[in-house]
């Protein structure tokens, strides 16, 4: 309706009559679509003249479009809950936008894929404007990882935005959940140096969480030594990248370290179990 009463206005696409509107080529709707969400005075236009005779509520839908997105995404990944379309630059945000007639995932199966839509707040939750213009681009390993490292980041900082209702706020917790991303792997840990650093700067009582991700993801390889040298069942505390007590339950292990470690340190470590092979 907002669309078609555009088209009286500007005859974007000439005879178009109400019954054929949907009949219409991609193309040709995508133009209305530019001209509505490139220009919100057509919006307020359209509540103030209403000639589609919309009941108050469905006016107040139409006025919460007015906090459209529009721009490029990559549509990172389905699920039941919906389809997430991240913005992925320096400061990524990741939406959980839903079908308006069918799945996102039935009309595009393959992801990662990049394209321009309009994203618009319905109910509580994000459809989109009912035009999504896909890029003809494949993505090789390189852009995939930087995909789902801005994935991360965002889910860290922002949460999946599922409602457009209100400006998207920075979780309370996004610095740990930030922290523990660039903590996770020794490549993380690398390339997120300084942001790690700032972090710590500015919230020294996080340190924990950096020594913990740090045990885990160290505890991985260990590990697999000792797997190799066919350790039996065992419990093993690590502190950053070394075991410094083990014990054949985790109780006597953490004793151990305790005897073992300055007082400070004890909540650094990290306590894996070693499984007897075969078992």
Known sequence: SLMFHLNEKKKIIPDLDYSNFKNQPMEKIGKLDDMVFSTPEYIDSFIAENPAKLTENELLIVKGWKNYIKDEFIIARHSKDGSVFLKSDENPKAYLVVGIMSELEEMFPYTPLMASAVLLPFKGKIVYSGVIRPYN????????????????????IYG??????????QKKDSEEDLLRFYSRTSDNRFKYMQEIGAILKN????????????????????????ELQKIGHAWFAVLGNTIVASGKSKEIALQRAKELLPTDKIEFIYIFELEEKGK
């Open 137 to 156: 681009i494949s993505f090789g390993g390189h852009y995939r990882v930087t995909f789902k490292e801005d994935f991360q980041k965002a889910k860290s």
């Open 160 to 169: 999946i935005i599922s409602s457009l209702e209100e400006p998207a706020a």
């Open 203 to 226: 919230k020294p009582e996080l340190e924990k969480i950096y020594w913990i991700e740090t045990a885990k993801s160290n505890s991985r390889k260990l590990r697999k030594n000792l």
